[in-house]
């Protein structure tokens, strides 16, 4: 069973960087793509970025340009740098497969503040 911990979220202001983390457990976790995902309050989950065990990545339109997905598969460790942050961009951030099969871990919270 893959567990998975998240983290680096906070509070920041609009317009600035952030950098977060998700450590996984499993030995195959390389062979895996994986994802970002935010679910805001009152919205549901959605699926930010992707990348696959090669390292082609796919981010929505809503943040293209401003989230980078990328990987350390000797860390077992996904990362999402974040960018030119917009108040929008609040809400609890998760890691997962792409689809997700994952169980959840617990998110991290990113606050962006005007």
């Known amino acids: 069973q893959v567990q998975l911990v998240e983290s680096g979220g906070g509070l920041v202001q609009a317009g600035g960087p952030l950098r977060l983390s998700c450590a996984a457990s499993g030995s195959l976790f390389s062979i895996y793509t994986m994802g970002w995902y935010r679910q805001a309050p009152g919205k549901q989950r959605e699926l930010v970025a992707t990348?696959?065990?090669?390292?082609?990545?796919n981010s929505a339109d809503s943040v293209k340009g401003r989230f980078t997905i990328s990987r350390d598969n000797a860390k077992k460790t996904v990362y999402l740098q974040l960018n030119s942050l917009k108040v929008e961009d609040t809400a609890v951030y998760y890691c997962n497969a792409a689809p997700a099969w994952m169980d959840w871990g617990k998110g991290t919270l990113v606050t962006v503040s005007s």
């Open positions: 990348i696959t065990s090669g390292g082609s990545t």
